[in-house]
C-alpha cells in the first residue's frame, strides 16, 4: 500500500499544501493523521481528495461537500485502542496528564493576569508623568513670575539647578573628561 505526504499529494492535484491540509482538517474521521501530527494519504484518500478538487471546481463549496459511500479510515499510523478498566496504570496516568494540563493552563492564566496587571500599572505611570511634563511645559510657556513661581513648586530641583551658574571646569579636566 503506498502512502503518500501532503507534499507529493499538493503536486498530483496542483495546488498548494495549505489546501490539503485545510481539506483534509475538514474532514477528521476520512483523513487522519499520524503519531507526529502530518497527514499520510493512502491512494483511496488521494482519490477523494481529487473528488473534492473535481467539486470545487465545478462551483461547490467546501463547507457543503459531504464525502459518502463506504469510506473506512485507514487510522492513525499508531495503534491506539481505548482505555479499559483492566489498564488501571494507564487510567492513572491518563488522569495524571489531564490534571497536570489542566494546571498548567491555570499556570498560564495567572501569567497572563499578572502582566496585564503590571502592564496597566506602567501606563498609568505613564500616564501621570505626561501629564506632568503637560503642566510644566504649560508653565514654562507662561510668561512672567507667575510662571517661575510655578516652575519651582513643581520641580524645585531643577529650579535651583537653573538659578546657580553653571561652574567652570578646568581646561585639564574638559580635555581628559573620560
Known sequence: MEMYKTK??????S??????KRWAAMFPNVFPKDRFGHYIFSQQEVSL??????????GETLDRITLTGNHQPVGPLQSTRPVQAEDKPMHEMWSRINQ???????????????QLLRQREELEDLRQMIQQ????????QQ???????????LHPVAAAK???PPKKRSLLRTLFSL
Open 8 to 13: 507529493e499529494v499538493a503536486e498530483l492535484l
Open 15 to 20: 495546488v498548494s499544501q495549505t489546501t490539503i
Open 49 to 58: 481528495l481529487k473528488s473534492i478538487k473535481t467539486r470545487i471546481d465545478q
Open 100 to 114: 497536570i494540563e489542566h494546571s498548567l493552563d491555570q499556570k498560564a492564566d495567572e501569567v497572563v493576569s499578572v
Open 133 to 140: 511634563l503637560a503642566l510644566s511645559i504649560e508653565t514654562i
Open 143 to 153: 510668561p512672567g513670575l507667575q510662571a517661575a513661581a510655578a516652575h519651582e513648586e
Open 162 to 164: 537653573l538659578k546657580a
